[in-house]
Nanobody, 127 residues
Framework: QVQLVESGGGLVQAGGSLRLSCAAS????????MGWFRQAPGKEREFVAA????????DYADSVKGRFTISRLNTKNTIYLQMDSLKPEDTAVYYC????????????????????WGLGTQVTVSS
């Protein structure tokens, strides 16, 4: 059974930084692409960032490009999201997700490509 557990959320002032972590278990972690999504109050869930199995390919939403960095450590079955220069509009619940199929990375921003989701961690950015 796959489990994804996010951590690292919290309250931060605008311009500050946070690092989110997502620990995975249940499948061979190094075989699956991973992603981060977020959902702000009253809005639909949206793509934030994705990373392939080796970490050699990453994708970002335009709204976070240049400010957020996704990475993974396969020896620890964990992905990270380093968030810098945070803005109030980054306030949301952040979810990590694992791809449905091994060794795939197509349509990295599409929720339908991800089979497993964590419960999320709240990030609040005050102005």
């Amino acid at each position: 059974q796959v489990q994804l557990v996010e951590s690292g959320g919290g309250l931060v002032q605008a311009g500050g930084s946070l690092r989110l972590s997502c620990a995975a278990s249940g499948r061979t972690f190094s075989m699956y692409g991973m992603g981060w999504f977020r959902q702000a109050p009253g809005k639909e869930r949206e793509f934030v960032a994705a990373i392939n199995v080796s970490g050699g390919r990453t994708d970002y939403a335009d709204s976070v490009k240049g400010r957020f960095t996704i990475s993974r450590l396969n020896t620890k079955n964990t992905i990270y999201l380093q968030m810098d220069s945070l803005k109030p509009e980054d306030t949301a619940v952040y979810y990590c997700a694992q791809r449905r199929r091994a060794y795939t990375y197509d349509q990295s921003s599409a929720e339908s490509k991800y089979a497993y989701w964590g419960l999320g961690t709240q990030v609040t950015v005050s102005s």
